[in-house]
């Protein structure tokens, strides 16, 4: 019997201490509360509201390229308009690129597969990577091939707003 009342008796003191221990985290928790609640007359109401947590556009993935520099430059744009609706999914210049790498096939995949082995320093820089781009598969003289656009532009039988489009 003796033996019974000491095991309630510890049970009790256990109990007791758990309270205890309850009580000051409760304690603990208030003043917390108390704290924040100070605090929140000094946020912003103005504030925008985090990106973490409102859902990203729903955009379509751009075409792979296959290195036709009469593709590049809408291609390119694609891309960059892109990587600007999903910014967190690419928040650094590393994974811009990577991502531009998993869109290119064909000749643009064999010029990409040696900066990818040999692990180049283009990978880090995204400007210097679309450089790097540009020079190999956009318009060597843009300024020529513009003219030259310009030059074989004409309305013909199209609305205005094609051709107005086709003049920009």
């Known amino acids: 019997?003796?033996?019974?009342?000491?095991?309630?008796?510890?049970?009790?003191?256990?109990?007791?201490?758990?309270?205890?221990?309850?009580?000051?985290?409760?304690?603990?928790?208030?003043?917390?509360?108390?704290?924040?609640?100070?605090?929140?007359?000094?946020?912003?109401?103005?504030?925008?509201?985090s990106t973490s947590f409102m859902k990203e556009p729903k955009i379509c993935m751009p075409e792979k390229f296959d290195g036709d520099r009469t593709k590049f430059h809408g291609f390119l744009q694609q891309v960059k308009l892109y990587i600007r609706m999903q910014h967190d999914r690419y928040p650094d210049e590393a994974s811009k690129v990577v991502f531009i790498g998993?869109?290119?096939?064909?000749?643009?995949?064999?010029?990409?597969?040696?900066?990818?082995?040999?692990?180049m320093a283009v990978l880090q820089d995204y400007e210097g990577f679309l450089r790097e781009l540009s020079a190999t598969f956009g318009d060597a003289d843009t300024s020529r091939v513009a003219e030259t656009k310009l030059r074989k532009l004409g309305q013909g039988n199209r609305p205005a707003s094609t051709y107005a489009s086709e003049f920009r």
């Open 1 to 49: 019997m003796e033996n019974a009342y000491e095991q309630i008796v510890a049970s009790l003191q256990s109990l007791q201490q758990q309270v205890q221990d309850l009580s000051a985290l409760l304690q603990e928790l208030q003043e917390r509360i108390g704290s924040l609640q100070a605090n929140q007359g000094s946020i912003q109401v103005n504030q925008r509201p």
């Open 102 to 119: 998993t869109l290119l096939c064909g000749q643009a995949l064999s010029w990409f597969a040696p900066i990818l082995e040999k692990n």
